[in-house]
């Protein structure tokens, strides 16, 4: 996955086997996510990260 407008933009980061992820040091803002895996339909989110917590945003791809 790739974060591909906003803050934090050209970021990039794979899932583990049971499909979790995390970004590390990322400014706040708001930011567009696109979420992709052969086989599936592209999927992008937009996500506002407000401060140093713990956020979560969880996707579910489509096969195509």
Same mark, same amino acid.
């Given at each position: ?7 934090? %933009?050209? !970021? ?8 979790? @992820? !995390?970004? @590390?040091?990322? !400014?706040?803002?708001?930011? %567009? ?20 917590q ?11």
């Amino acid at each position: 996955m790739e974060i591909v407008a906003g803050a934090n %933009t050209g !970021q990039r980061t794979t899932t583990g086997t049971d499909g979790a @992820y !995390q970004f @590390y040091n990322l !400014q706040t803002g708001t930011f %567009t996510l696109r979420f992709s895996k052969t086989g599936f339909v592209t999927t992008e989110r937009t996500f506002t990260l407000t401060g140093s917590q713990f956020n979560s945003l969880d996707v579910t791809l489509a096969a195509s």
